[in-house]
């Protein structure tokens, strides 16, 4: 069966849910975009009520799901499909069961995986992880000094922010977007790219090794009410071959170090470290605010909790890098994120209980 099937496969699946009429070949439907930031200075610069004002409105969304970017977040995963291949047959895992990566609205920061009997496997990427993962990247960027420049965004300002992508994410279902932060450049938006994209492979990467591991031939059907589209199946396979998907999947990545100089390999090797870690600290962060929330999570049970796989990670990664500095530097990361949370949860009570005039 060739992936052609396979896209056919999703494209009927996202028929079913109701979450689009058609995805012609080649067609990317038009994206509304919600006015955007233009300059760094006037990233949460707004007055208080007008920040409110935009996170609750995302909150009182009528609809599961209204259709979003589809088009322009599957383009993503079409161009990164090819290295992804390549990088675990480097690694030592050819993929030979047909595989195709979709986006798809599942409400959990995990892809899931979708046996097509006589096709392959379809993983169903979530759509708001692809606005999730840039987004929180760029804002830690800016917030920080790096190559010699000085932070664009002062903490206060990161914080609210952070406080808008989070919101998006947890009260969007996939569908609504963060106010559009401003463009990068340089150094900056190199660095975004790097960490943009070895995240979303890595999420990829870890149902991939479901698949190359066999983990599906002994899995059993999950299903769970709580998504966009509500009622939605995946395959479980319990905490110890998730584990070893996320080492395999770690594995992929690093197979990206192979080739580097020295020089290059040391440069990149901290970021390559530091996007696989976000995704799984980016996991724990939103499941404490959408506790503090009161939102209920998909498919929560089906991993292990964040912080054990962070660091069962760690002690994984630590055996195969090339220098102990590329863990600091991803640490250093994941303390940045974690200092910030306290105030992005400030804001989330401040949306609930506004403040007095």
């Known amino acids: 069966m060739t992936v052609g099937v396979l896209r056919h496969r999703h494209v009927e699946l996202l028929r079913q849910h109701r979450v689009t009429d058609g995805l012609p070949p080649g067609h990317v439907r038009p994206l509304h975009v919600p006015d955007r930031y233009y300059t760094w200075s006037q990233v949460a610069a707004e007055s208080v009520p007008t920040r409110l004002d935009r996170l609750s409105s995302v909150r009182l969304r009528p609809d599961p799901y209204t259709g979003a970017d589809l088009g322009a977040s599957q383009s993503v995963l079409d161009a990164q499909a090819p290295e992804l291949f390549d990088l675990a047959e480097v690694a030592g895992w050819a993929v030979r069961t047909p595989f195709y990566a979709g986006v798809f609205p599942t409400g959990s920061m995990n ?49 609210s922010a952070l ?58 059907r999950q299903t769970d009410p709580n998504t966009p589209v509500g009622a939605l199946d995946m395959q479980a396979v319990g905490w110890p071959r998730e584990y070893e998907a996320d080492r395999m999947a770690a594995r992929i990545m690093l197979a990206s170090l192979d080739g580097l100089s020295p020089w290059e390999r040391d440069t990149v090797e901290p970021y390559l470290v530091g996007a696989v870690l976000l995704v799984l600290a980016l996991h724990e962060v939103v499941a404490v605010l959408a506790d503090a929330a009161g939102r209920v999570l998909p498919f929560i049970g089906s991993h292990p909790p964040p912080l054990l796989r962070i660091q069962a990670m760690v002690d994984h990664l630590a055996e195969h890098l090339r220098t102990p500095e590329s863990i600091a530097v991803a640490a250093d990361l994941a303390t940045w994120l974690d200092e910030r949370i306290p105030a992005v949860l400030e804001w989330f009570t401040l949306v609930d209980v506004p403040p007095q005039p």
């Open 111 to 159: 892809a899931l995986c979708r046996p097509m009997p006589g096709s392959g496997v379809l993983v169903l990427v979530d759509s708001g992880v692809l606005h999730l993962v840039p987004d929180v990247l760029k804002i830690m960027i800016v917030s920080r000094s790096v190559f010699g420049d000085s932070p664009l965004l002062d903490p206060d300002h990161a914080a």
């Open 163 to 220: 406080a808008e992508v989070f919101n998006a994410h947890l009260f969007g279902n996939g569908a609504a977007v963060a106010r559009p932060l401003p463009e990068l450049a340089g150094q900056r938006l190199d660095l975004l790219r790097l960490m943009t994209r070895r995240a979303t492979q890595f999420v990829v990467a870890h149902e991939m090794a479901h698949v190359l591991a066999g983990h599906l031939i002994v899995s059993w």
